[in-house]
């Protein structure tokens, strides 16, 4: 069935620098994927998503890099600062609509 | 972006009973629901997919007799837990997408069942 894998599952970091995630897919079919940051307790939020018609994509301080060939996309966040720190997942959507997340990655950033 | 809204936010029952928990999509219509459950320091592992006015599907491993799940409306639809036993005790969370756009899921706020 589909899968999805997320490396690393937790990441540390110092204010200021870059945090990258890495997740793979096992379903060629999929065609939407969606990165989700998570507080405890509370529903997944997005924070951003790429199409796989598309590359690359950034907003801010925060950019999604997709590789169809391969099957991996990746998660960039720059300037990272403590409030970044969460439970950040990945998940790809095929196109009967099942949404599947990876395993998750708890980044903490140090003051 | 959409509204999705779940019901309860936190139950606690006792073994044995069940429990129902609802999703509704509030200004858009959904065919099709996901429903998920999150253990603690786990991912969100996907329970089945509800499809309106046909039976939902279940992903491998997930009991059908044990997570009833009833999509009547194109707005509503509802997980009942039976016969709760308190390794059911998880956080349950909905997620609906507007029918016919296979982009993004909007997510409800989440339930936590407790069984004690």
């Known amino acids: 069935g589909e899968n999805v894998e997320q490396h690393p599952s937790t990441l540390s970091v110092q204010e200021g620098d870059s945090a990258v995630i890495k997740c793979t897919y096992s379903d060629s079919a999929s065609n939407y994927f969606p990165w989700y940051k998570q507080e405890l307790g509370k529903r997944p939020q997005l924070i951003i998503d790429i199409r796989s018609n598309v590359g690359e994509k950034k907003d801010q301080r925060i950019a999604v890099t997709l590789n169809k060939t391969a099957k991996h996309f990746s998660l960039h966040i720059t300037e990272t600062q403590p409030e970044d720190s969460a439970v950040y997942f990945c998940?790809?959507?095929?196109?009967?609509?099942?949404?599947?997340f990876g395993q998750g990655t708890e980044l903490s950033v140090k003051p | 972006g959409a509204v999705v809204s779940q019901h309860p936010s936190r139950v606690i029952c006792k073994s044995g009973t069940s429990v129902k928990i609802e999703c509704r999509s509030l200004d858009f219509q959904a065919t099709t629901m996901f429903w998920y459950r999150q253990f603690p320091k786990q991912s969100l592992m996907l329970m089945a997919t509800?499809?309106?006015?046909?039976?939902?599907?279940?992903e491998q491993g997930v009991e059908k007799d044990k997570f009833l799940i009833n999509h009547a409306s194109l707005t509503l639809s509802t997980l009942t837990v039976t016969s709760a036993h308190p390794e059911d005790s998880s956080f349950y969370i909905c997620?609906?997408?507007?029918?016919?756009?296979?982009?993004?899921?909007?997510f409800g706020e989440g339930s936590r069942l407790t069984v004690l």
């Open positions: 509800s499809n309106e006015g046909s039976k939902a599907t279940y």
């Open positions: 997620s609906a997408g507007e029918t016919g756009h296979t982009g993004e899921l909007f």
């Open positions: 998940a790809a959507r095929n196109q009967g609509g099942k949404l599947i």
